[in-house]
């Protein structure tokens, strides 16, 4: 065991061994030292300590040293009344500070004693108390902060441990130093007691053994008293201090001495003003002092004045030649080139719905979407940025994808959006408006009256869950955009890890990153999930040596995900469909064009707005069904059939024949014809 494991057992020890047994007074003398030098040594590190957690230890500290005072205390009283003496120390400090007088004395003495218990004991035990209890309150939100930073990618697992373990280090220390610092409060009253026993008794002992006269004996016995106070009071002022400085130390990173320096004696304005209140003062009280303070505090401002105007020059010239350096080199050009992929900016009247401090949890919920995304449709989307835009109206956001904007909308805070769902038909008063991620009317509402309208039967949202739906339908409808080839490749790794044989006959021996990001971008853009990148890549191995159009493998990779596909858009094994005229698909077949690029659609305007228009009269049949429309083509058809419909009903759902779980029933109400 090394020698510093037994430091503390020892002076545990030695503090039990000085209340048992009685103490020489040149022992005592030594033991009484160590004590003062020790305590000056624990205040002195806690005016240096940057930080209350790199003296972790000073509540255990402040414990050992308020038993060792007592012990001392008590080693002293012995002397006192046994002997009628207590060493060179305590006669040493009583003597000095009585100054031939006991009644002076005394007072200096019940002086210290006041402001230590009233004043530094009383106020640094109030403020750990307020510490910790505020510090155990802010401990969620701060947890909260670093899982929110964890899940948004701004720190790694290895720093969000770190931190949680800062936090949980904090709240230890200040709940130990609410406890500890009743120790201070109770020694200050012990030693008042002490100080009344010491005076009555060593007075009562010195008269009943006879060693003087009634001043001789209260002579003595106050200066032995006023010295045993004064040499535990000192340290316990000095211990008293250092607990005070610890539980106030917050917001800096810097020491003490450097903190106050900068903080308090660094505007010129200050120095100037009291300086000028100093030398009014002087007119009507003594003169010279005031005038002095005066002169020294002007020149404190005069200095403080030309040193701002130094470094404001310093900073201007710093400033000028990094921008010219700047300008020199055009690789810091590139930075200005970066693009987010997604971009949520907001005006200033929706920034508490995104300020954690505030209670906003608009950051929660972007992370909660793009968890959601991950499981519905199996792409990783890029770390959302949230801004805020002061040249937008206060309570408008936009969401931009690539550094353009695709959609905005506006809210109201402090309002709730109240939507019809169809059943409701109560009326309900309100702001009327337009739900913005899919355009269905709608009315803001009044927190009042949010009961009344879910009882009417209306669905009622409040204004973070409006903005967090219209940035997921918004990055579902753009989410084939943000998927990039170094995207598909880290899809890829992962396969490999669990199905190396996949990846290592497809890529790169049938076929480029390059052409797995189109087929993965085909079915994004239409919606399919690509979560189960297993039969993906194993479709892909199979036709691929059969043709390289990635058109055509992104239908045989529909086909395999056919049971998805129908889970998707068909619920309850029924549903009701629009099929396409036999004479039309041929229509449509003869109009594809093939290049060594791929294929492309060329048919006639006439021909493509006659199909249209017949194809919306038959989307409207099913839509008054109270259905969702589902056309179904050959498999040969689906893809082209689809892309004529992009412009004019973008979101159509156009299935294959083959796509369909054989186990679904379907029944046809229309045929698209020309």
Not at 164 to 193: C, H, P, T
Not at 384 to 399: A, T
Not at 441 to 454: G, M
Not at 497 to 509: F, Q, S
Request: with cysteine.
């Amino acid at each position: 065991m090394k020698l510093g494991n037994l430091a503390v057992p020892a002076v545990l020890v030695v503090i039990i061994l000085t209340i048992i047994i009685p103490v020489p007074e040149s022992v005592l003398d030594f033991l009484l030292v160590i004590n003062i030098a020790l305590t000056l040594i624990t205040m002195l590190n806690t005016v240096y300590l940057k930080n209350a957690l790199e003296l972790s230890s000073f509540p255990s500290l402040l414990v050992v040293v308020t038993l060792y005072r007592l012990a001392l205390n008590i080693a002293a009283t012995k002397l006192i009344l046994g002997r009628g003496e207590a060493g060179r120390i305590i006669d040493g400090f009583g003597s000095f500070v009585a100054g031939g007088n006991p009644v002076v004395g005394f007072i200096m003495f019940i002086i210290i004693m006041v402001v230590n218990f009233l004043v530094i004991t009383r106020g640094s035990e109030r403020v750990a108390e307020v510490a910790a209890r505020f510090t155990l309150d802010a401990m969620p939100g701060k947890q909260m902060a670093i899982d929110a930073d964890l899940n948004s990618g701004l720190i790694n697992e290895a720093e969000a441990k770190e931190r949680r373990k800062l936090i949980q280090k904090e709240a230890d220390f200040y709940g130990s130093m609410d406890g500890a610092s009743k120790f201070v409060k109770n020694d200050a009253i012990a030693g008042i007691i002490i100080t009344v026993v010491n005076i009555a008794g060593g007075f009562a002992m010195g008269m009943i053994n006879g060693t003087g006269t009634f001043d001789e004996v209260l002579r003595k016995y106050t200066i032995l008293t006023i010295g045993q106070g004064l040499v535990t009071q000192i340290p316990a002022v000095m211990i008293s201090t250092a607990t005070s400085i610890i539980v106030t130390r917050a917001g800096s990173d810097s020491e003490l001495s450097y903190d106050l320096l900068k903080q308090v004696f660094n505007n010129a304005k200050a120095m100037y003003i009291a300086s000028a209140a100093c030398a009014a003062m002087s007119f009507f009280l003594p003169r010279v002092p005031f005038l002095l303070m005066a002169a020294l505090l002007a020149y404190l401002g005069y200095t403080l004045k030309r040193i701002e105007t130094e470094a404001q020059e310093r900073e201007r010239s710093a400033v000028s030649e990094v921008e010219v350096e700047d300008l020199r080199r055009p690789e810091n050009v590139m930075s200005i080139l970066q693009v987010d992929p997604i971009e949520l900016e907001f005006g200033y009247g929706i920034i508490p719905l995104a300020d954690v401090n505030q209670g906003g949890d608009l950051l929660d919920r972007v992370v909660m979407i793009r968890r959601q995304l991950a499981l519905e449709l199996g792409v990783v989307i890029p770390i959302i940025r949230l801004r805020d835009n002061i040249q937008l109206s206060p309570n408008e956001y936009v969401i931009k994808i690539k550094g353009v904007e695709v959609a905005r909308g506006e809210i109201i805070p402090e309002h709730y959006l109240a939507m019809n769902p169809g059943s409701a038909d109560a009326e309900i008063e309100g702001i009327a408006t337009e739900e913005p991620a899919f355009g269905l009317p709608a009315v803001w509402i009044d927190e009042n009256q949010r009961e009344e309208a879910e009882i009417a039967g209306y669905t009622v949202v409040d204004p973070p869950s409006v903005i967090s739906t219209h940035l997921t339908e918004v990055l579902k409808r753009h989410v084939h955009e943000l998927i990039s080839r170094q995207d598909v490749q880290k899809l890829v790794d992962n396969i490999k890890e669990n199905y190396p044989a996949i990846v290592e006959e497809l890529v790169p021996k049938l076929m480029t990153i390059g052409e797995i990001q189109k087929v993965l971008v085909n079915l994004l853009r239409e919606g399919v999930s690509i979560r189960d990148m297993v039969t993906i890549l194993e479709t892909l191995a199979d036709f691929a040596p059969v043709t390289h159009d990635t058109d055509m493998l992104t239908e045989y990779v529909r086909q395999a995900l056919g049971r998805a596909i129908t889970k998707k858009y068909i619920e309850e094994g029924r549903t009701k469909v629009v099929t396409l005229d036999p004479k039309l698909e041929k229509i449509v077949m003869d109009s594809v064009q093939k290049t060594e690029y791929g294929s492309y659609l060329s048919i006639d305007p006439g021909v493509s707005s006659a199909i249209l228009e017949n194809l919306s009269k038959q989307v409207e049949k099913v839509l008054r069904l109270g259905q969702q429309p589902i056309i179904l083509a050959s498999p040969i058809v689906r893809l082209y059939f689809k892309r004529l419909t992009e412009q004019a009903i973008p979101g159509l759902v156009v299935l294959s024949y083959n796509e369909l779980d054989p186990a679904v029933e379907i029944q046809s109400v229309g045929v698209v014809s020309i």
